[in-house]
């Protein structure tokens, strides 16, 4: 069963750093930049790591709190109360959280790229896009080449997150291109390794800057091979279901809830109730959609319908509900102080990134198609125990 206390323990410990220790930051964050300056970034990691809010997904036995999917979940639900839950060093693996793919690691890499990730001294990238393997991964074209004990990666890689200020990058390459995804092998390349050339910076709508990354005649030794030859497209298949349970969700559920509370406090005659008593329909739902995928996920199970379901219920109801606030808001809503237009620009990357909204429907439908029973999948879960933000 789902432990609500823990839940709840959760949520409110982070509720409580996001609102004494986030909130008087944020109008520090420049309005095409994701980035505080790194004084206070630094200063806000020093004290989530002093309160107890590092490395929380990390097992007990790497060092880390082992909390679960569903707990997380409960963290990051009350970091999207913040406009700065997407900032550059909190964002993937800054929060002493690495990329899940990273436990692939040999104990030699563990050493070199795991550990100091969750002690938060580097920063990591994924690079899997690239010009025309977007949403459809089968048209990869980046490859690795046996020679000697080792591999030659050729290739271009786009839209990477932190891909120009990461210390190390994990690449997707065909080493098998007759294998098709059983042919994809994933390989960690660092910084300053010869053949391997940081391109133009992407700035973005929401100020991410994304980098686009060349590999020419890029030499990469077996070690740093991560995992196992042929497995790099199943590993990540793996990860991006955990990561489509915990990264997007939460975050949405709390936009959701601070901007309901941010329009009733400063337009409480425009809110009008047949709308708000739709959106607690929705929010609730798609609470339960999360922590049923999440309670799957903690069993061990590969809930790929669940965790696309939530994506699409979560992210299709925080841009629904921001379009409303900035109708309702007008100027004040388009201002540049406003969270609204802040939080838009910032979401507007969601239903593209981590699976795109098509691409998560297309999964469920097939699901069906194929005879899968949702109702028969239910878990026997209630999470209406654990207060929400609506
Ligand atoms: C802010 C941001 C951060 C990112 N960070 C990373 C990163 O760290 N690492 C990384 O590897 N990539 C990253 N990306 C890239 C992202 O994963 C891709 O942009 C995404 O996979 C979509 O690919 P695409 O842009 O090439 O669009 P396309 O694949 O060209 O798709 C365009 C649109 O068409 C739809 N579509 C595609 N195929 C179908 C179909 N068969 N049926 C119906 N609709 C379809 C898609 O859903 C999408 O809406 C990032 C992108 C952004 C915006």
């Keep these: 069963m789902i432990d609500v206390k823990e839940i709840e323990f959760w949520r409110e410990k982070m509720q409580k750093f996001v609102e004494k220790e986030m909130w008087p930051f944020e109008p520090l964050l420049p309005r095409f930049e994701n980035t505080l300056p790194v004084k206070v970034t630094n200063n806000i990691i020093e004290k989530m790591k002093e309160q107890g809010l590092w490395s929380l997904t990390v097992p007990k036995k790497l060092g880390g709190q082992g909390i679960s999917t569903s707990s997380y979940c409960a963290v990051r639900e009350a970091l999207g109360r913040t406009i700065l839950w997407g900032m550059t060093g909190i964002h993937l693996g800054g929060s002493g959280d690495p990329l899940m793919v990273l436990y692939h690691c040999n104990d030699e890499q563990k050493e070199r790229y795991l550990f100091p990730l969750i002690r938060g001294e580097l920063i990591a990238s994924f690079a899997q896009t690239e010009p025309g393997a977007g949403a459809d991964q089968a048209g990869m074209k980046t490859r690795a080449i046996r020679k000697g004990s080792g591999w030659v990666l050729h290739g271009h890689k786009t839209f990477i997150t932190h891909g120009t200020v990461s210390d190390f990058v994990i690449v997707f390459a065909t080493t098998d291109p007759e294998k098709g995804r059983k042919g994809v092998t994933c390989f960690l390349v660092d910084k300053g390794t010869p053949g391997f050339i940081i391109g133009d910076t992407i700035e973005t709508m929401g100020g991410d800057r994304l980098g686009d990354l060349h590999f020419k005649d890029c030499y990469i030794p077996d070690s740093q091979v991560l995992g196992i030859v042929g497995n790099g497209f199943r590993m990540a298949q793996n990860w991006f279901i955990g990561n489509r349970i915990t990264l997007q969700p939460p975050i949405c559920l709390g936009i959701v809830g601070r901007t309901i509370e941010e329009l ?7 809110v009008d109730d047949k709308w708000l ?3 607690q329909a929705e929010y609730h739902r798609a609470r339960l959609l999360m922590y049923d995928a999440a309670y799957k996920f903690d069993k061990g199970e590969e809930p790929q ?12 109801l925080t841009m629904k ?3 409303r606030a900035l109708e309702i808001s007008g100027s004040h809503g388009y201002a540049e102080d406003s969270m609204f237009q802040r939080y838009y620009r910032d979401v507007r990357r969601l239903p593209i990134t981590e699976g795109s909204m098509e691409t998560q429907k297309m999964v469920t439908s097939r699901a069906l198609i194929r005879g899968f029973s949702p109702v028969d999948s239910l878990s026997p879960i209630t999470v209406s125990e654990v207060g929400g933000y609506v």
């Design 264 to 270: 009733l406090r400063v337009f409480p005659n425009e």
């Design 321 to 323: 509900v921001l379009r």
């Design 305 to 316: 319908y669940e965790a696309s379901l939530s994506k699409v219920a979560t992210v299709g």
């Design 277 to 279: 008593g739709q959106i």
